[in-house]
Structures are given as C-alpha cells and as structure tokens.
C-alpha cells in the first residue's frame, strides 16, 4: 500500500496574522557549582579547625621550628651563592603553602608564630599584632566573626604550651607592608646569617687585640 499523502498546512484566516515562532529564553548566568564538601563555609570551617588543631600542637610546632631555622641557617652559604632573589620564589611557594595550610598564613613576610603560640594574628579581623581588642566575646570568639575564635585568646592558650611562651609579651611592630608577599623564612635566615657573620668578626678582632 501506498503513504497517505500528507495533509496541505491550512492558509491563514483573512485578517490574522500568523504569530512569530517563539523565542528560546534567554540563560540565566552560570554559576559555579560548590558541592557542600568544598563550599565556602565549610572551607571556612576547616581551616579554623586547622589552625586550632596547630595551636593546640604548638610545643612540638616550636620543637619542629627551631631545627628547621637551623638546618635553613646552614644553607645560608648556598642562597649567598645562588643569591636569594632567586630562591624567592620556590621558597616562597613552599612556605606559602605549608603555612597556609597549618596556620592560615597571610604571607605579611614578618612571621611572629613563633611569639604568638602559633596563632597567626594576621587572622584577626582587624589585624592586631599586640593583644585582643576590647570585644572578645564572653566563649572567647571574635567580635567581628562571631563563629571564629578570637586568634589572641588562641595565641595565649598556645604560648602556654611553649617553653618560649614568654615572647607573647614582647611588644610587636607594625606590619610593614613592602614586606608583604615575600619569603620570611629567606628574610630571617639573612638577618640571623647577618648576625652571626657581625658576631664572629667581633670574636676576631678581640683576638687579634
């Protein structure tokens, strides 16, 4: 048997106007998927409990520090050599990594963890370097954050687990600025290095008296 014909489309009526087709809505703008393991908040959330896990570690992050200031003291010869503007910026992605995971670290290039028992103040809303504020809420949070916990009541819970925690006394500097985003573990071991050098031609002139 053959196909039916197919049936003629019908002719406008006299007077209408046939409708234009219409069109495809517009899409609305893309938005980046943030499953709930990774959003925003709860990456928040992790990385206070982090930094709280470090503070409450604190006597062994110092025991760890101060041999690796050490063992990075004995490279001085090398960065000398190689010059230390070169190492910037391998040595500044490791310590920009490995502090910002354990410590949340801003990289303000002047590092005083080891002064602030391992709570980085540059944390605080307001970027305090000596002490709280006067809005520490009543559980210890933060004023500004009510979530997170004060990063000066943090660092003196640390302090006391240290056997330097008396440096939490010391008055700090501001925060110079032209030092931000540069390696402090480089500038450190510059000036320690500088200082051991200054210290040894003292020895030598004394004995050459």
């Not at 006299?14 to 990456?43: H, W």
Request: charged share 25%.
């Amino acid at each position: 048997m053959s196909e039916p014909a197919p049936k003629p489309e019908a002719a406008p009526k006299a007077g209408v106007t046939a409708k234009p087709a219409a069109k495809p809505k517009p899409k609305g703008p893309a938005t980046a998927y943030n499953p709930a393991g990774v959003s925003p908040s709860r990456r928040r959330r992790n990385k206070i409990a982090i930094r709280l896990w470090s503070v409450r570690n604190a006597r062994f992050f110092e025991w760890f520090y101060n041999h690796f200031a050490n063992a990075f003291l004995g490279l001085h010869p090398l960065l000398k050599r190689i010059g230390y503007q070169l190492a910037e910026a391998p040595v500044k992605f490791v310590e920009r990594n490995v502090k910002g995971f354990l410590f949340d670290c801003r990289m303000c290039g002047q590092c005083i963890l080891s002064s602030t028992g391992m709570s980085c103040p540059m944390n605080c809303p307001k970027q305090l370097r000596n002490g709280p504020c006067g809005g520490v809420r009543a559980n210890g949070n933060c004023e500004v954050e009510p979530d997170m916990p004060c990063v000066w009541v943090q660092a003196f819970q640390g302090s006391e687990r240290m056997k330097g925690g008396e440096k939490i006394m010391a008055v700090q500097k501001p925060v110079d600025q032209s030092w931000r985003e540069t390696s402090s573990w480089l500038r450190v071991t510059a000036e320690d290095a500088a200082k051991r050098e200054a210290a040894r031609e003292a020895r030598n002139s004394e004995a050459a008296r």
